[in-house]
């Protein structure tokens, strides 16, 4: 949907593209300086809206593309300080550089397994450049200089899965789960806060699920549940 301060406007990537295998479920949406606006598909790939003529293009992982992403559900798109655009799915992070060529790594190669599928849901890049990933219930790191995968060892859990992740402060990362509310991580100490509604709320359970986290330019960070939309102000991070 586009909202212009008075209405708001649907837009269906079936209504524009003819490719048998486009999807109408859209995962994420990134827009950059040019206001272009790239969208992740539900087992669709990537594709593009162009405003002007109000129209979705399949940017890649079409039937004549010659150039693949690691896969099909694209789940989050980042855009990092040198440029490049970081686009996730279900089996691999990609890298789009300036030059628009695309470079693939694949989580099973990265983890050294046969596992083809994974739960990737979102990610958010820090100050050193490292990609953070909320990876198959846990936290993943991927060193953009090595194009090393690593799990973060003091968030992993049986009690709950991360679902999602955005970057706080300077060296803070927030990290939302499914049942323990949200996180934040001291990336230099490791050190980790817990935000949650108390157990005896009867919509403790709903509060506490995180579907959504977005940090504001004031640095506050909203987040999404199943009870609504919550605000942590920025005294809540010193």
């Known amino acids: 949907y586009k909202y212009d301060g008075y209405y708001f406007s649907k837009y269906l990537p079936s209504q524009s593209i003819t490719d048998a295998y486009v999807s109408d479920t859209i995962n994420c949406v990134y827009c950059d300086v040019n206001n272009k606006v790239l969208v992740g598909l539900q087992n669709g790939g990537l594709a593009e809206f162009d405003a002007a003529s109000e129209k979705f293009s399949r940017i890649l992982n079409t039937d004549l593309s010659p150039v693949r992403l ?3 559900t694209v789940s989050s798109i980042l855009k990092d300080k040198l440029g490049n655009k970081w686009i996730l ?10 030059y628009h060529k695309v470079h693939k790594y694949y989580f099973s190669t990265l983890l050294n397994t046969t596992r083809r599928g994974f739960f990737a849901q979102s990610m958010t890049t820090d100050f050193r450049g490292n990609i953070w990933i909320a990876f198959h219930g846990t936290l993943c790191r991927f060193n953009t200089k090595t194009n090393r995968l690593s799990v973060f060892p003091s968030l992993c859990s049986s009690e709950f899965y991360i679902t999602r992740v955005s970057l706080l402060k300077k060296n803070k ?6 049942r323990d509310g949200i ?9 980790t806060t817990n935000f949650r509604q108390p157990d005896y709320h009867s919509n403790s359970s709903a509060v506490n699920s995180i579907n959504s986290l977005f940090t504001d330019h004031a640095g506050s960070l909203w987040s999404g549940s199943g009870y609504g939309l919550h605000q942590l102000s920025t005294t809540n991070f010193q």
Request: no cysteine; net charge negative; proline share 0%.
């Open 89 to 98: 799915t279900d089996r691999g992070i990609n890298k789009i550089d300036k």
């Open 70 to 72: 690691t896969g099909n």
């Open 183 to 191: 996180l934040v991580v001291d990336l230099i100490t490791g050190e």
């Open 173 to 178: 990362l927030a990290v939302g789960t499914n």
